[in-house]
């Protein structure tokens, strides 16, 4: 078992320098395929109308007269140790992490993007709960009297949840309850830290538009994963045992049948976690998300590259977090 | 070999091992019927059967896929849960009808009076719970008020008395972690934890291993003389019931078509599919045949059951009836003492047939 | 073709000893460890040794029947042999040419000759091809024109396997599980092989089926002058329908002899416990002390790390220092039987 975190973890830090070393590849080279010139590129960190001294300076400095894999390199060797940068009349230390400067604001990309984080977190956390709890809880409902009505109720939602998007949702959620009956209105990210309550308050609609869509997906599983379960030949043993229906349900279905939820659960919320970009859009929240679009609209390369690597992280993270608790969950996997 | 076994058994032929007991039957079933209704019509899986069952007895129910036998045993254990299976007739337990009883009544009956084995142990037991923790379960359902130390002791005596070695380590182990026999035996702890009085098993050997299903046969037999439970052995196989079985029931294509003593239904059997079924399996204990004698065609739909005597469009002896195995239901009348079977065939007629035609070939 | 080889099949005198006449099949040191990985690194850190230097022959025309219990690498073996399954060592010849390696190309005119029948009749035949294209597909793939087209051909395989030609637009879940064992049959026979190897042909199908199945295998056999390879767990079918019978434990032959002979007295300990476990339909049988019955102690061992020496003393009530130490050989004690066991029963051929 130990062996296997070990080697779980290190193939989780080869996956995020795989992922590195394509997004630095596809986001350095790219513009050059565009047609754009290294000049170019060094231009963006100097004022409007640059002299070539300048750019040639900046260029150097930046080190974007270097072949790419030094530059790569270079990119490794400041996320882990810092960089000095010189672009402007004063060098620049870049901290550790270093994902560079914007392009844009000339700002470093670490601080800014980590400063999104707490908002995209309370979001996926808070939808994730919700989702989790109604989709689950609808889906065994169903499964348990298949074809009733609530059954049917129940999956006919689910189905519209799967087919609307959410700036759908998330717009009609606001006009009602933010103009047409103003029951949440000024809506404004506040801290979990400075008001809980507000902070709840405030992301309630982007939770449930978020989780609308998701427990529309979950019930289905749900539903799928306990009808396969409760025809396993353990859970007729359970019951020959004289278990009272509720215990052959809670205890030997919904385990099994909520194990493979596990597996996706993780998958979503790393994606989450990376951005939710329109929930974030529609809602006007200053999360990861909304970095990455501005980051794509602004052609911003050193916030993209930096985005696209953190939501690779949380992509694998959760994913490693997964595998584990699906060996701490079903012994077949732990011990063999 | 052949010829030793012979005359051992012509010495014993006038001692009947376990003489049919005397007074009310423990189960009682009467003209039990299980249809279930699906989209391509009334699937009628148990017909109309009727048997009684002694404590300390043995009953052997014995069909292919698709006679009912399996349906039966659920039938008895009250875990037939869908809406669309109709269940009518009697189950009597100890004299209370167990169809009339409420859902939790049976429900405080199963696991502690009816307990039940099932075909293959290694889906049969829950993957992420150890066998402890599942034995343990079963007891404290029926013992409500016996501490976890308690159950687990129970668990581990009787992980003890089926013979897994080092119950108190092995107790904590997962299902996957035991062989396949162990495993078998683990699920005869959890049913006998209760001390039962009726166990029912369901091909409780034919996902196993000859060798290890001979140690299973005879860990039943062992229990069972202990403990003094009676017993049902659902199987497809003739030498399981030969095996363990006082009693034999034959059903084909939902019906009981003959039921008797195991001695006389073995030696002079009375239903042409029971000639058939002998006839088509090789034997290990007889001259080697030239050639086996199938039966011709296949088992019948539920759904669509041959009109008269289900079996006959695969009965070589169908037109000796006149007529009547198509057009009449047969009944079950006795053939001799105890031996009953659903034949049109005069009881004269079936004898000599069985004893010119069939016999040589067994 | 075939019309030569029965009447040739059915020209030798069954009496004649096995190692005259040619064998069709010849396996020497046949082998199969699937690795185990484990630690940090994944390397291999030990093996399955589910076929672990096994040697028999086939000759043409009879039938070899392989039996043993779940995890003694019969199956394995049945895919090595048709090379489903690259061997790990050891040297499988088929009509004298080595096969043991041959790649998929070079095994393509092969598979021609040596056919495989599976247990499964629900899972081994294409829900979604007709009875006429699954049963028409040998010849596909072998660019195989038969006489007459190829629609006659599969309605005169499926009237051979006891099928109706009207069968041939039908799907497979319109048929029962011996009508579907058919059809895998039919199949089987399209190119007319010389070989098939059986792998549990009639475990799935229910008792009065069985029987017809069994009898088809025969009537094919003698029509067709088949060579059969036939792998059960059921000793009582395997009997019945071979010539010869192997005993397989633990990935080893034990014992392999003529039908007759191993039946009426078999020599291993190992084969002794098997046969005396079979339940037979006799309750006679219990009533006088049953008790001749060899009950074996525990399970078998783990294929991983098989017992030293004999792979059967550590559940044998004959075993002595020297079945531990040394690995008996597989020898011959009599005509047509050899054993591989230090202490064999009746080794004096005083049965």
């Not at chain 3, 979604?128 to 024109?145: C, E, M, N, S, Y």
């Amino acid at each position: 078992m130990f062996a296997y975190i070990i080697r779980r973890i290190f193939a989780a830090v080869v996956l995020l320098l795989v992922v590195s070393a394509v997004t630095f590849a596809i986001f350095f080279l790219l513009p050059r395929f565009a047609g754009e010139t290294t000049d170019q590129l060094a231009a963006q960190y100097i004022g409007k109308n640059p002299s070539p001294e300048a750019i040639a300076a900046v260029k150097s400095n930046l080190g974007l007269d270097q072949p790419l894999y030094t530059q790569y390199w270079n990119f490794l060797k400041a996320l882990v140790s810092g960089a000095e940068y010189k672009f402007g009349p004063e060098p620049a230390t870049c901290h550790v992490p270093c994902f560079g400067y914007s392009f844009k604001n000339h700002l470093e990309v670490w601080p800014e993007m980590t400063s999104r984080i707490p908002v995209t977190i309370s979001l996926a956390i808070g939808a994730a709960v919700l989702w989790l709890v109604s989709g689950v809880t609808t889906g065994v409902i169903s499964a348990l009297k298949p074809r009733s009505i609530f059954d049917r109720l129940s999956m006919g939602v689910a189905l519209a949840g799967v087919s609307l998007p959410v700036f759908f949702t998330g717009a009609l959620l606001l006009t009602l309850f933010s103009y047409e009956w103003p029951i949440l209105d000024n809506l404004e990210y506040v801290d979990f830290t400075d008001d809980p309550l507000m902070w709840a308050r405030n992301l309630i609609l982007p939770w449930v538009s978020l989780a609308f869509l998701y427990s529309a997906l979950y019930a289905r599983l749900t539903r799928a994963g306990m009808l396969e379960t409760m025809s396993e030949d353990y859970i007729r043993t359970a019951r020959a045992k004289g278990l009272a229906e509720r215990k052959v349900v809670v205890k030997h279905g919904l385990r099994s049948a909520l194990t493979p939820i596990i597996t996706i659960f993780g998958m979503d919320l790393g994606l989450l976690l990376g951005g939710a970009l329109i929930t974030e859009q529609v809602f006007s929240l200053k999360g990861v998300g909304q970095f990455a679009v501005q980051a794509i609209s602004d052609n911003d390369l050193p916030k993209i590259l930096g985005v696209t690597l953190l939501a690779a992280f949380f992509i694998v993270v959760c994913n490693l977090v997964v595998d584990l608790l699906y060996a701490l969950v079903d012994p077949r996997v732990r011990l063999s | 070999m052949t010829d030793l076994n012979k005359t051992a058994a012509d010495a014993v032929q006038d001692a009947p091992r376990n003489p049919a007991p005397a007074g009310d039957p423990f189960l009682s079933v009467r003209d039990l019927r299980v249809h279930f209704d699906t989209d391509d019509g009334l699937v009628r899986s148990v017909d109309g059967v009727s048997f009684d069952l002694h404590k300390g007895r043995t009953l052997g129910i014995v069909g292919e896929s698709g006679s009912g036998k399996s349906v039966t045993s659920l039938a008895i254990m009250g875990l037939h849960r869908s809406k669309r299976a109709g269940i009518t007739g009697e189950i009597r337990l100890d004299g209370e009808d167990l169809i009339a009883a409420g859902p939790d009544r049976v429900r405080q009956l199963r696991g502690r009076e009816l307990a039940m084995i099932f075909q293959d142990p290694l889906t049969a037991m829950h993957p992420y719970y150890t066998v402890g923790q599942q034995i343990v379960e079963a007891y404290r359902v029926h013992h409500p008020q016996a501490s976890k130390k308690q159950a687990r002791a129970r668990a581990v005596e009787m992980l003890d008395r089926v013979g897994i070695p080092q119950p108190d380590r092995r107790v904590d182990d997962y299902p996957h972690q035991f062989s396949g026999g162990m495993r078998q035996r683990a699920m005869i702890a959890m049913a006998l934890v209760n001390d039962p009085s009726l166990l029912i098993a369901d091909e409780p050997t034919t996902a196993l291993d000859v060798t290890v299903q001979a140690q299973i046969l005879d860990l039943i037999r062992d229990l069972q003389a202990e403990f003094g439970s009676a017993v049902i052995i659902i199987t497809h196989d003739l030498g399981v019931v030969a095996e363990l079985a006082d009693d034999i029931l034959v059903m084909y294509g939902g019906k009981c078509i003959e039921r008797g003593p195991a001695e006389t239904l073995f030696d002079a059997p009375e239903h042409p599919y029971t000639w058939g079924l002998l006839g088509s399996m090789p034997r290990l204990d007889r001259e080697l045949q030239e050639r086996l004698v199938p039966v011709k065609g296949t088992p019948p739909s539920l759904i669509n059951v041959p009109s008269g005597c289900a079996f006959h469009p695969r009965c070589p002896y169908a037109d000796l009836t006149g007529g009547r195995s198509s057009s009449e239901l047969p009944v079950l009348t006795e053939a001799a003492p105890g031996h009953h079977a659903a034949c049109h065939l005069p009881v004269a007629e079936r004898h000599r047939i069985f004893a010119e035609e069939i016999a040589p070939r067994l | 073709m075939t019309d030569t080889q029965a009447t040739e099949a059915a020209a030798i005198p069954s009496s004649t000893p096995a190692d005259v006449r040619e064998p069709l099949l010849k396996v020497t040191g046949l082998t199969r460890h699937f690795p185990i990985k484990g630690g940090l690194l994944r390397r291999q850190t030990g093996a399955v040794r589910a076929v672990d230097g096994i040697d028999f022959t086939v000759n043409a025309g009879e039938t070899l029947g392989v039996v043993g219990e779940s995890g003694c690498g019969k199956s394995t073996m049945g895919r090595l042999v048709t090379r489903l399954d690259e061997p790990t060592g050891g040297k499988i010849e088929f009509e004298g040419t080595d096969i043991t390696h041959l790649g998929v190309g070079a095994m393509r005119p092969l598979r021609r000759d040596i056919q495989m029948i599976f247990q499964d009749p629900y899972s081994s035949l294409n829900p979604r091809h007709t009875v006429g294209t699954i049963v028409g597909a040998p010849f596909k793939l072998q660019d195989a024109v038969p006489e007459g087209g190829l629609k006659k051909a599969v309605q005169d395989l499926l009237e051979l396997c006891g099928l109706s030609p009207e069968h041939y637009n039908r799907y497979p879940h319109e048929f029962s599980g011996g009508q579907r064992q058919r059809i895998g049959i039919a199949r089987a026979l399209a190119l007319r092989p010389k070989m098939i190897v059986a792998d549990e042909p009639v475990s799935a199908l229910d008792v009065s089926i069985q029987a017809q199945v069994v009898n088809l295998l025969d009537d094919l056999q003698r029509e067709l002058g088949l060579t059969y390879l036939i792998i059960a767990h059921d000793l009582s079918v395997v009997r019945h329908v071979s010539d010869r019978v192997a005993v397989m434990y633990l990935g080893k032959v034990v014992e392999i002899a003529d039908r007759d002979s191993l039946y009426s007295g078999p020599m291993h300990p190992y084969t002794n416990a098997l046969m005396s476990a079979v339940p037979v339909p006799d309750p006679r049988r219990r009533q006088q002390g049953g008790r001749e019955r060899i009950l074996l102690k525990g399970d078998v061992p783990s294929p991983i790390n098989p017992p030293s020496g004999c792979r059967f003393r550590t559940r044998c009530w004959k075993a002595q220092d020297v079945c531990a130490a040394q690995e008996p050989p597989l020898a011959t004690l009599k005509t047509g039987h050899q054993v591989a066991c230090h202490f064999p029963e009746r080794s004096e051929g005083n049965e």
